[in-house]
């Protein structure tokens, strides 16, 4: 077929599939340049020049932008640079199986930007001046290096230069490189991601940011490397890119059948499903039914709200498990990552600040300029970053999730770039205490290396005791020792051939460690019902929970009782509603729905927010680190003390003096000593000699 008879096809396919939007790009031309064409038009139209255009596209696009500039227009008007761009186009090919036989086809990559530079004009047609006789001479640019003319074309001069590149005369065009990663979520076990260099030129330069998920359409070239020998065989990959669309960034781009539907519609009717969903999250752990509950609301999470005066709340849950060594913290991180369908896992000792939020990197994709580089919680969009060590940070790293939880975005100022990114995910993190086991008997907050303002940010905070009881470790012990029989047959199964090991029997001791639902129709469930279901609540649920909320304020009423809960609190509990109705698939939040999330944070400031003297709940504890007991009594003793030293020369009071006023005030010896040795360590007393203190 020759090129004529192709621009003719291509004229008439686009009258007449097409002619609004040409008609539409003729009124906005030259702010607008391209038209949107998808493939699949083009496949109904005649199959076999679609065919030919994913082989063969250098031949065939250009025929396509000719017969877009040479269409007559009711308007008088050129659209001589006006370009055709085709989306959805089937042939799409994973970044890892990219291979020789792809180049110079029309392809489509998936993935996550992962760098992009700045926009630069790139020149295209170099209009060269000959220094003697004034000729101009003009170069198309389509090489890797700048061409320059070898000798005038004016044939009276004929001479080697020199020549002047003339501006103002030559053709430039935007430009901007951009590298596009897997993305992490179809990565399976631990491969590295790997990354495209992709051209993008004209209209398409600067449309995208780092951390945006598209689909880039564009033929496949190589460009030879060179190495300080010269030149290499081995060449390299670059996309020039042919358009770009955003894939939507929800939950998941898995793909529900009709049948999963079915599936997952019936499962949502079931009465069991709640416990289903928790026998389903981690079933290698033994126990912790509270736990899983609120992970499997933080998988469902509630509903982000987009408020009329711009700003937005958020609809993810936080969640924080700070407990002693070896009760599975790690385990349950990990298994979340797996069954959330956008999930990273960071440890805390290992991550930096930039690393969790974005760098600014000096590479040689911006010839050496700075870029940006996404973190974790920017990859983790739309889906849970696990965070294990927390208290391992150091200060400065963990104040930079402040704002990526809260706000959800990530602002950077580094290296001249100001930039904002999205971090929409539901942060999941691990903590030990500080002194690597709970004491009983001090404030739990004190035992949590984390700044009180982090703290606050997280709806739910468990603490995990491991505190022995026969009856309970027997079980442990028992569940632990059957998984791994499970494990041990199966191997002995899968690796001895002669071995008596029955399927039947594999089958039989695994029913302990196997999830009630199949994780892979649990992720779509979930992508379902995030995607599906907004709930709305009920009066009764919405007056339960302002109850629940006001009844814990009241705590703090008196003069001396402790605060137990900010406003923060009340938002977590609606969140939380929000979840265990889109758990039930159900866009309605019932009084069920509010009892449940009371219920689960109760059980969890019952542990984190007790002031250990009062039995009170007390936030504070949590957002200041001292309760108000604790307050007054250091107080008192500071008064008494101080009572005591204006007796003695030199404002010296004898401990023994002091412990005996101290108890009687109500505040035993033991107490009294431990209140003294904290103020001395904050510095508020001073022990001249053994026996003496005296205030500063």
């Known amino acids: 077929m020759t090129e004529g008879k192709w621009d ?86 994973p970044n890892r199986d990219l291979r020789s036989k792809h180049l110079l086809q029309l392809v489509a990559i998936e993935g996550m930007i992962r760098k992009a530079t700045e926009v630069r004009p790139k020149i295209v047609d170099a209009a060269f001046k000959c220094m003697r006789c004034e000729h101009v001479t003009k170069i198309p640019q389509t090489e890797l290096k700048f061409v320059e003319p070898l000798e005038c074309e004016n044939d009276t001069c004929g001479r080697k230069g020199p020549f002047k590149l003339e501006i103002n005369e030559s053709v430039f065009i935007d430009a901007q490189k951009l590298q596009v990663q897997e993305s992490p979520e179809n990565l399976r076990g631990g491969t590295q991601p790997q990354s495209l260099d992709v051209d993008a030129e004209d209209d398409l330069a600067g449309i995208v940011k780092p951390g945006d998920r598209v689909v880039i359409n564009g033929v496949l070239r190589s460009h030879q490397r060179t190495t300080r020998e010269g030149k290499s065989p081995f060449y390299d990959l670059v996309l020039h890119a042919n358009s770009i669309e955003y894939t939507d960034q929800e939950f998941d781009e898995l793909d529900i059948s009709p049948e999963d539907e079915e599936q997952i519609i019936a499962l949502s009717r079931n009465p069991d499903i709640y416990h289903k969903i928790i026998k389903s999250i981690a079933p290698s752990i033994y126990g912790y039914e509270d736990v899983k509950e609120a992970l499997s609301l933080q998988l469902f999470s509630g509903v982000a709200k987009h408020l009329p005066d711009g700003s937005r709340v958020r609809g993810d849950i936080h969640m924080l498990f700070v407990g002693d060594p070896g009760v599975a913290k790690s385990q349950m991180l990990r298994y979340m990552v797996k069954l959330a369908p956008r999930g990273v896992f960071a440890s805390g000792k290992s991550a930096s600040s930039s690393g969790l939020t974005a760098a600014a990197v000096k590479d040689d994709l911006g010839d050496g300029r700075w870029t940006l580089e996404a973190g974790a919680l920017v990859m983790a969009d739309m889906g849970i970053a696990a965070i294990d060590e ?39 993190g691990a903590a030990n205490p500080k002194y690597g086991r709970f004491d009983r008997y001090e404030g739990i907050a004190q035992q949590i290396n984390m700044p009180p303002a982090l703290m606050s940010r997280f709806d739910m905070i468990f603490v995990l005791l491991d505190t022995p009881n026969e009856e309970m470790d027997t079980k442990i012990a028992k569940h632990i020792l059957k998984s791994h029989y499970a494990g041990e047959l199966s191997e002995q199964r899968k690796n001895i051939p002669a071995s008596g090991v029955s399927q039947e029997l594999v089958d039989e001791h695994m029913e302990v460690v196997k999830p009630d639902i199949d994780p892979e129709l649990m992720r779509k469930y979930v992508a379902y019902a995030r995607r599906h279901i907004y709930p709305i609540m009920e009066d ?48 309605v939040a019932t009084l069920d729905d509010a009892r449940k999330t009371t219920r689960i944070v109760y059980s969890c400031l019952k542990q984190v927010g007790v002031d ?17 007991s604790q307050r007054d009594k250091i107080k008192v003793i500071k008064e008494i003390i101080k009572a005591v030293g204006d007796r003695h020369p030199g404002g010296k009071a004898p401990l023994e003096e002091v412990f005996a006023e101290a108890q009687a005030q109500q505040i035993d010896r033991q107490h009294a000593e431990e209140l003294i040795a904290k103020m001395r360590r904050s510095g508020d007393l001073l022990k001249p000699d053994n026996d003496h203190i005296k205030v500063v």
């Open 8 to 93: 003719e096809k291509f004229r008439t396919f686009l009258k007449k599939y097409y002619w609004d939007s040409i008609l539409q790009l003729a009124n906005d031309y030259p702010d607008q340049r391209s038209i949107y064409v998808d493939f699949s038009d083009l496949e109904i139209f005649d199959r076999e020049l679609a065919d030919e255009l994913l082989l063969r596209p250098d031949e065939v696009l250009p025929c396509a932008d000719n017969a877009l500039q040479s269409i007559d227009l009711p308007i008088e008007k050129s659209m001589d640079s006006a370009k055709v761009r085709f989306v959805r186009i089937p042939n799409k090919v």
């Open 390 to 428: 927390m208290d391992k940070m150091s200060s400065e790293d963990k104040s930079a999730l402040h704002e990526a939880m809260e706000q959800q975005t990530i602002s950077v100022a580094k290296a001249g770039i100001l930039a904002t990114l999205k971090s929409r995910c539901a942060l999941l």
């Open 540 to 587: 009764a649920a919405r007056e339960h929970l302002v109850k629940f909320y006001m009844d814990l304020r009241k705590m703090g009423e008196g003069k001396d009782s402790p605060v137990p809960v900010t406003a923060r609190q009340l938002e977590a509990l609606v969140r939380l509603a929000e979840a265990s109705a889109r758990v039930r698939l159900s866009n």
């Open 612 to 628: 250990p003297d009062t039995g009170a709940l007390d936030v504070d504890i949590i957002a200041s680190g001292t309760t108000k």
